[in-house]
């Protein structure tokens, strides 16, 4: 009987902090050794690769339920399939409450939806109404089955929460130990701005843009961090657009705040300029936050170097343009900018578009670029080291990966469900080349090879890092009573 399952011969195995010559050999799943030399065992020739930690996605929308029926057209077989191909090996996705309805109305369908995926996973739970039995019962219920996060939302119809509701939910976050997940955009600025923009005949996509400035992004972002500092209840922001939202975080954090801060990689390649393309195709750049312009692009950059950014997942939340009754078009060609679904497509072109605008572009080094793809989502979402490095112990999700391929991105080598990428046309430096996920060769030469249902539910138990600063105004403590 072979010493491994499997040994990944010959490559450069690089982690959130080494680079280093080694093969990986690979037993029940798990990352047994590193070193030097290994034999005995089937080998994945990694000459002239890196070896980096499969990627771990904290921010997409897989087969969300909606709430008048149905489901997103990403499937959690398509999504995995996507991820895959793309060198992602685990997802956070999300489990939506219902407005008016208890979260034990749609928890378990997700739990059977999700049961097909091929990557491992776990959620986020929405919260759209903080009722006394949410926020008393259920809550407490589900962060100790393992979900130990929760999403809010400042702004959307229906899902967005008053700031009442928005310290309903960070107080029960402090009472279980979860952490608390927002979007941060003004809702009823946004709204005030759309009724205005639709009453002068502003209505084509690029004003999509023009309905929420930064500004509304950044109030949101610093009225988020003061409820959360109340409450003494650490929080992440989710895709920040621009480092004017960015310089609120950073002062946050210089005063000790637990607060973290994630992008995407739109904000880094599209610009609000592309939902003024011709026609109808501005629609394909839609989401929110709104991409904003080449300076912010830049700017981003610098959030990244000096730590304020520390996480890049995908906001996947595709919608196809194509198509009777759904996505973009669904209520035709010509549709205001407010009936335009939102969302772009992400989780197969995440890992290639960092790479390429970051390492190849000498932008960031390649630790940087797996700490914020990988090793960085892990530990704030208590998945490390399981998941995010290459170690003894860890699971053997790994990714061979090509630093000089030249690649034009198209929607087939993405393996989405969704009907278009933003992307298209664009070239890329680097390139996955195969996926282990489990110690089991999933993805080879753009091949998805994993079957149905492998995937695992990655529950989470207490960690440290989002334990409470322990730091009240008056030392009261109201998420005891609210």
Known sequence: MPDFDLIIRGGTVVTAADTFRADVGIRGGKVAVLADTLSDGPVLDAGGLLV???????????????????????????GSTSCLAGGTTSVITFSAQHKGHPIRDTLPEYRRRAAQAMVDYSFHQIITDPTDEVVRNEIPEIVASGIRSLKVFLTYEPSHLDDRQFLR??????????????????????????????????????????????VIEREATYRAIALAELVDQPIQVFHVSCSEVA??????QARGLKVWAETCPQYFVLEAADMDR????????????????????????????????????SDHSGSSYEGEGKGKRARGGNAPFPMIPNGVPGLGSRLPIMFSEGVAQGRIDVNTFVRLVASNPAKLFGLYPQKGTIAPGSDADIVLWDPTRQVTVTNALLQHVIDYTPYEGM????????????GR?????????????????????????????GVLPDGFDAAQFA
């Not at 310089?247 to 946050?252: F, K, L, P, T, Y």
């Not at 991409?291 to 304020?308: K, Y």
């Open 52 to 78: 980096l930690p499969g990627g771990v996605d904290s921010h997409c929308h897989i087969e969300q339920l909606r709430a008048g029926g149905g489901a997103d057209e990403e499937s959690f077989v398509t």
């Open 169 to 214: 939910v960070l107080a029960a976050a402090r009472r279980t130990g979860a952490l608390v997940t927002v979007h941060c955009e003004n809702y009823d600025a946004i709204g005030w701005r759309t009724e205005a923009l639709m009453e002068a005949g502003r209505t084509a996509p690029k004003y999509h843009a023009w309905s929420r400035p930064p």
């Open 247 to 252: 310089a609120e975080i950073a002062r946050a």
């Open 278 to 313: 011709p026609g109808f195709e501005g629609a394909k750049f839609i989401c929110s936050p709104s991409p904003r312009d080449s300076a912010s692009r830049a700017a981003l950059w610098g959030d990244i170097h000096r730590g304020t950014i520390d996480i890049v997942s």
């Open 427 to 438: 070239q890329v430096t680097g390139w996955p080349v195969a996926t282990v996920k489990g």
């Open 441 to 469: 060769v999933a993805m080879r030469d753009g091949k998805v090879q994993a079957e149905p249902g492998t995937g695992k539910f990655l529950a989470r138990a207490p960690y440290d890092l989002i334990k409470r600063r």
